[in-house]
T-cell receptor, first 111, second 120 residues
Framework: QKEVEQNSGPLSVPEGAIASLNCTYSDRVSQSFFWYRQYSGKSPELIMSIYSNGDKEDGRFTAQLNKASQYVSLLIRDSQPSDSATYLC???????????FGQGTRLTINP | GAVVSQHPSWVICKSGTSVKIECRSLDFQATTMFWYRQFPKQSLMLMATSNEGSKATYEQGVEKDKFLINHASLTLSTLTVTSAHPEDSSFYIC????????????????FGDGTRLSIL
């Protein structure tokens, strides 16, 4: 079983709709969770970080964490074509500096 | 804040050449930096963790004699691909932690813009 799993997609969502991206992780002691966006040919950029159970909202983005289910998600409201990218879920184990990345979900927003 | 600069953006060189890539934290001190490699349509693969003033920690399967990492200051880490061959062609990305010595877990990593390396 991979440490961090994401559906590779592609996920197609119409413009203006809600895009829902999911991620599961295997290590129960994971403490910190991040969502990165990566445009084709570019490096990842941080979208959201979340550390405790529940929802965290930042603009059109909402991260959701459920440690009991070992599940973290990212919702993008009012999706725009500029949101089309690969979204990487990353998990930080307790006491470790390095991140473990999922394989990424390719999201396409259709105008 | 937390800007990471990576240079060069593109490198094209002949097989057998050694290539140095620089990663700088511009507005913060980075005791820990990371080097990743990414092949097309694949996710990031961590190559090594670089701590200022000490030897880098390499991931399993990464040749430390081929990928030389130096982190001599709190704002600069370098990756040198020695005697590069076509199979080393990839997208190399560095990241940095805004952190305190010995800590930094739980903090997000901030990425440089990456270096696209093409070996002919």
């Amino acid at each position: 079983q991979k440490e961090v799993e994401q559906n590779s997609g592609p996920l197609s969502v119409p413009e203006g709709a809600i895009a829902s991206l999911n991620c599961t992780y295997s290590d129960r002691v994971s403490q910190s969770f991040f969502w990165y966006r990566q445009y084709s040919g570019k490096s990842p950029e941080l979208i959201m970080s979340i550390y405790s159970n529940g929802d965290k909202e930042d603009g059109r983005f909402t991260a959701q964490l459920n440690k009991a289910s070992q599940y973290v998600s990212l919702l993008i409201r009012d999706s725009q074509p500029s949101d089309s990218a690969t979204y990487l879920c990353a998990v930080n184990l307790q006491g470790a500096q390095k991140l473990v990345f999922g394989q990424g979900t390719r999201l396409t927003i259709n105008p | 804040g937390a800007v990471v600069s990576q240079h060069p953006s593109w490198v094209i060189c002949k097989s057998g050449t050694s290539v140095k890539i620089e990663c700088r934290s511009l507005d913060f001190q980075a005791t820990t930096m990371f080097w990743y490699r990414q092949f097309p349509k694949q996710s990031l693969m961590l190559m090594a963790t670089s701590n200022e003033g000490s030897k880098a920690t390499y991931e399993q399967g990464v040749e430390k004699d081929k990928f030389l990492i130096n982190h001599a200051s709190l704002t600069l880490s370098t990756l040198t691909v020695t005697s590069a061959h076509p199979e080393d062609s990839s997208f190399y990305i560095c990241s940095a932690l805004v952190g305190i010595t010995g800590g930094g877990w739980g903090q997000p990593q901030h990425f440089g813009d990456g270096t696209r390396l093409s070996i002919l």
